[in-house]
């Protein structure tokens, strides 16, 4: 099947700076990426809808001057969490739409950041 | 976008066959029900998909009732490894499809 890779797999920062991650769909193109993030023992929490040349469609209480998203080829998302703080340590997941295969959803990896 | 309800949490033993239903009382009729399986520290991976009656693959099989307002995700055999967190996904992969996801159940297999 069709493979998302996540770029890094882990990361530790310090407070205050900013970090990039990347979601890249491996064998297909994808017009469309989503971002979540999961806390410990929850569920994945849907931050943001990269689309492929356009701006990011964020939900509901995610700051997108915090999270900023660029999705400038059709096979690369990247999440940028800018100023991070203790509070952004999370697990980042991204996940890609074959538009070949309509009903296939993809997910990454996941990115597990920490802050210090 | 059609809200899922399924139990938190699960438990059997290996060897056993596992169900694990999932509802969906507002499923639209171009919806299709995907469920996921995710392991700790890692993203969810598709298990199964079904628009309606009976699937089955080579690792499960999904049960829908006609009404569609229900699913039923079937695991035969379950090993330790199949300790995970499933959830289930009700939408329409494509357009404006935005996978949402739910709580999930956790399933925990014992020895």
């Known amino acids: 099947g069709a493979v998302v890779s996540q770029h890094p797999s882990w990361v530790i920062c310090k407070s205050g700076t900013s970090v990039k991650i990347e979601c890249r769909s491996l064998d297909f193109q994808a017009t469309t990426m989503f971002w979540y993030r999961q806390f410990p023992k929850q569920s994945l929490m849907l931050m943001a809808t990269?689309?492929?040349?356009?701006?990011?469609?964020?939900e509901q209480g995610v700051e997108k001057d915090k999270f900023l998203i660029n999705h400038a080829s059709l096979t690369l998302s990247t999440l940028t969490v800018t100023s991070a703080h203790p509070e952004d340590s999370s697990f980042y997941i991204c996940?890609?739409?074959?538009?070949?295969?309509?009903?296939?959803?993809?997910f990454g990896p996941g990115t597990r950041l920490t802050v210090l | 976008l059609a809200k899922t309800t399924q139990p938190i949490s699960m438990d059997s033993y290996e060897g056993q066959e596992v169900n694990i239903t999932c509802s969906h009382n507002n499923i639209a009729t171009n919806d299709y029900i995907t469920w996921y399986q995710q392991f700790p520290s890692q993203g969810p991976r598709f298990i199964i998909q079904?628009?309606?009656t009976k699937v089955t693959n080579e690792v499960a099989s999904l049960f829908i009732p006609a009404d569609r307002k229900s699913s039923t995700l079937s695991l035969p055999r379950v090993s330790l490894s199949d300790t995970a967190v499933y959830y289930c996904?009700?939408?329409?992969?494509?357009?404006?499809?935005?996978?949402?996801f739910g709580r999930g159940t956790s399933l925990i297999v014992h020895p």
């Open positions: 996904l009700v939408g329409v992969s494509g357009g404006s499809y935005i996978p949402t």
């Open positions: 996940s890609a739409r074959d538009e070949l295969a309509v009903n296939e959803q993809f």
């Open positions: 990269s689309n492929e040349g356009s701006k990011a469609t964020y």
């Open positions: 079904g628009y309606k």
